[in-house]
């Protein structure tokens, strides 16, 4: 059974600090990994997906790493802001299953003080 | 971008009574849905996997008598918790899959509170 793990499960920086956020995973067959963010009692907003072929995907100040081998991938956030706090989730989708279900990491919890 | 729509963000509702929440896609067919549960400070643990047309499939542990399903078209499924009690509360979020691009969009999550 798949599982997934986020290290750490909270983390504080300063603003303007550039950060990392770590994923690890179980079963490397995997179809894509995503990463997602929540606000405090709200949905998941979408943040990047890659592909099990790919290595790495950029939006803005983000960009997220997979090393499909090794199961891991990373969260990488430039110059944090203020607004960047939230909790980030990893989510895996396997290749087998019937419905090929995401399994999610328990989260970091970021807070970037002003 | 795709939206997936949750109904109602929020309820209250006495002990022992039902509630249902509704998760629509708005623009794409969603042959898959998904319905999670969320704790607090908590990760997303799926309950179960409905599939339009057919009964959806629980994960172990759920009970699926007390948590119906029904996905009766392409772009509705909805989550009925039948006798709630306060263990019931929590933070509930649908997800709806994409089925032409393979992709799964997520609802802004209903937060139910049992009195």
């Known amino acids: 059974k798949q599982e997934v793990t986020q290290i750490p499960a909270a983390l504080s920086v300063p603003e303007g600090e550039n950060l990392v956020l770590n994923c690890s995973f179980t079963d490397s067959a995997i179809y894509n990994l995503q990463w997602f963010r929540q606000d405090p009692g709200k949905g998941l907003t979408s943040l990047l997906l890659?592909?099990?072929?790919?290595r790495e995907q950029t939006s803005g100040r983000l960009n997220a790493s997979l090393d499909k081998s090794s199961g891991r991938s990373t969260l990488y956030i430039a110059a944090s802001q203020p607004g960047d706090s939230a909790t980030y989730l990893c989510a895996v989708r396997p290749v087998w299953g019937s419905a090929r279900q995401l399994t999610f990491g328990s989260g970091t919890q970021l807070t970037v003080l002003p | 971008g795709a939206v997936v729509s949750q109904h109602p963000s929020w309820v209250i509702c006495k002990s022992g009574t039902s509630v249902k929440i509704e998760c629509r896609s708005l623009d794409f067919q969603a042959t898959t849905m998904f319905w999670y549960r969320q704790f607090p400070k908590q990760s997303l643990m799926l309950m179960a996997t409905s599939n339009e047309g057919s009964k959806a499939t629980y994960e172990q542990g759920v009970e699926k008598d007390k948590f119906l399903i029904n996905h009766a078209s392409l772009t509705l499924s909805t989550l009925t918790v039948t006798s709630a009690h306060p263990e019931d509360s929590s933070f509930y979020i649908c997800?709806?899959?994409?089925?032409?691009?393979?992709?799964?969009?997520f609802g802004a999550g209903t937060r139910l509170s049992v009195l």
């Open positions: 997800s709806a899959r994409d089925s032409g691009r393979d992709i799964q969009y």
């Open positions: 890659i592909q099990s072929s790919q």
